[in-house]
């Protein structure tokens, strides 16, 4: 007797099902629905919309158009922690520039690298933070730095570094 495939495929997205099961698998709660996954998994994983498309019972290009739509989805794995540099003009202004080159120097990153290795740094630029005010501003795991400065960027992912290893 061979097993039934999707009872496979439930165990081995379990908590998916379980983001499912708390959106009574309403197809119409999408967004909030691949918002939970991401949150879980940190990226969504192609395999992951695929089966979200089936137990919706939606069209995979649905799922995935969501998906790519939104500037906040990715489909590219990000690591454990999301360090967010602004480079809107009060920013860029202030030096954000010069943070953003000492924090690829630190975490070994290029242009068309934006994760660790290891998979414990992602560094991204964005536009604008709408705290310009507080410029130069850096946001790790949704925690805002001001005034930030090369060396601040830098001590504060070593500071993270160091934690994890300790853990």
Known sequence: MTADPSTNAVRKFDRVVEILEANHRDPARLIPILQQVQ??????????????????????????????????????PKGKHTVR?????????????????????ELQLTDGKSTTD??????ETVSCLGACGLAPVLVIDEKVHSSVTPEEAVRLVREIRSAENAA
């Not at 540099?85 to 690829?104: F, I, P, Q, Y």
């Not at 290891?118 to 560094?123: E, N, Q």
């Open 39 to 76: 949150d879980y998994y940190k990226y969504l994983p192609e395999e992951v919309l695929a089966f979200i498309s089936m137990m919706l019972a939606v069209p995979p290009s649905q799922v995935f158009g969501v998906a790519t739509f939104y500037a906040h989805f990715t489909l590219i």
């Open 85 to 105: 540099l602004c480079d809107g003009t009060a920013c860029h202004v202030r030096g954000s520039e010069k943070s953003l080159e000492a924090l690829r120097s």
């Open 118 to 123: 290891d998979m414990l740094f992602t560094v």
